[in-house]
């Protein structure tokens, strides 16, 4: 049913709270993001949070709610995908965007990946992978979540319009060394797309890409670094069955462990208190 919700249908459910309530409405992507806004939201029901199923369904609400005269005490909070990177953030007050590509990379980037590291399969077995091959766990996770990031990336540039969503990316990932095989990868995603789009244009293109690692996490999508992360937890670092270390769970155990510390360190964290101080409406705790 969800492919019914467009921008209208999340206005209408705004439009229908505004009957009997005036605090704040903070309209997120979808559940999972809603899951971590509302550990940090205000109480007493001075803040709501309602997921919009969708980044242009948050914002296009948002347009419909002023429009109105239901737009006081909105705020739109979507993830940044490309837009850093690109320049295309909105200037636009009441649409804020996460630190990175989107809300599990701000998640990544904190303590709570080593919080779950250590439930799931403890420090020595970290330490053990990384002086294995050389390289940092959370590194080798970022890089190739990244290398995967910039194929997308470029398809978003050059309006290619490959289909990812049907590839999965497990079936790529070293079960020792966690690299990714891009090219069967890229070999998926071009046949699944029936793309008019050479591979050696792609790998041409990707060749002369260059970000510099302070970028990676702007290239990185969440969801392939906790399928990384899931991998590495069945196999790499630990032996969890497919029900324990799959990339919903992980997300959720990484939503779990992100604490009101952690967030509070975070760009976004400071551009919620900003926006509250401007506006006299209230988020956070």
């Known amino acids: 049913?969800?492919?019914?919700?467009?921008?209208?249908?999340?206005?209408?459910?705004?439009?229908?709270l505004r009957d009997t309530y005036r605090g704040t409405v903070l309209l997120v992507e979808g559940p999972g993001d809603g899951c971590v806004f509302e550990k940090f939201k205000a109480r007493n029901d001075e803040c709501?949070?309602?997921?919009?199923?969708?980044?242009?369904?948050?914002?296009?609400?948002?347009?419909?709610?002023?429009?109105?005269?239901?737009g006081t005490c909105v705020l739109v909070i979507v993830d940044a995908d490309f837009w850093h990177l690109?320049?295309?953030?909105?200037?636009?007050?009441?649409?804020?965007?996460?630190?990175?590509?989107?809300?599990?990379?701000?998640?990544?980037?904190?303590?709570?990946?080593?919080?779950?590291?250590?439930?799931?399969c403890g420090s020595d077995t970290v330490k053990r992978f990384?002086?294995?091959?050389?390289?940092s766990l959370r590194t080798r996770l970022l890089t190739e979540a990244a290398r995967i990031g910039l194929?997308?990336?470029?398809?978003?540039?050059?309006?290619?319009?490959?289909?990812?969503?049907?590839v999965e990316v497990?079936?790529?990932?070293?079960?020792?060394?966690?690299?990714?095989?891009?090219?069967?990868?890229?070999?998926?995603?071009?046949e699944d797309s029936a793309a008019a789009v050479d591979a050696g244009y792609l790998r041409s293109r990707m060749d002369q890409a260059a970000f510099p690692d302070q970028e990676l996490a702007q290239l990185a999508r969440g969801h392939d670094y906790t399928v990384c992360l899931a991998v590495a937890l069945r196999s790499a670092l630990a032996?969890?069955?497919?029900?324990?270390?799959?990339?919903?769970?992980?997300?959720?155990?990484?939503?779990?462990?992100?604490?009101?510390?952690?967030?509070?360190?975070?760009?976004?964290?400071?551009a919620i208190k900003e926006w509250e101080l401007s506006t006299g409406c209230v988020v956070l705790d």
């Not at 049913?1 to 229908?16: C, G, W, Y």
């Not at 242009?56 to 239901?70: C, F």
């Not at 470029?154 to 990812?164: A, E, M, N, T």
């Not at 324990?244 to 462990?257: F, K, M, P, Q, S």
Request: proline residues 1%; contains cysteine.
């Open 1 to 16: 049913m969800l492919e019914f919700v467009d921008a209208a249908v999340i206005a209408n459910q705004v439009s229908l």
């Open 48 to 70: 709501r949070v309602v997921a919009a199923h969708g980044k242009t369904n948050a914002i296009g609400a948002l347009q419909l709610l002023r429009q109105r005269g239901h």
């Open 86 to 120: 690109t320049g295309e953030e909105p200037d636009d007050t009441e649409i804020l965007v996460t630190e990175f590509h989107d809300l599990e990379m701000d998640m990544t980037a904190s303590s709570a990946l080593e919080d779950v590291l250590r439930e799931l």
């Open 130 to 135: 990384e002086r294995i091959h050389g390289v």
């Open 151 to 166: 194929l997308r990336f470029i398809s978003y540039q050059d309006v290619l319009c490959l289909r990812f969503h049907d």
């Open 170 to 190: 497990e079936r790529y990932v070293d079960q020792v060394s966690l690299s990714v095989d891009l090219e069967g990868y890229l070999s998926e995603v071009l």
């Open 239 to 270: 032996s969890h069955s497919p029900t324990i270390a799959n990339r919903e769970h992980v997300e959720t155990l990484l939503r779990l462990a992100y604490s009101r510390d952690y967030f509070d360190r975070s760009t976004l964290a400071h």
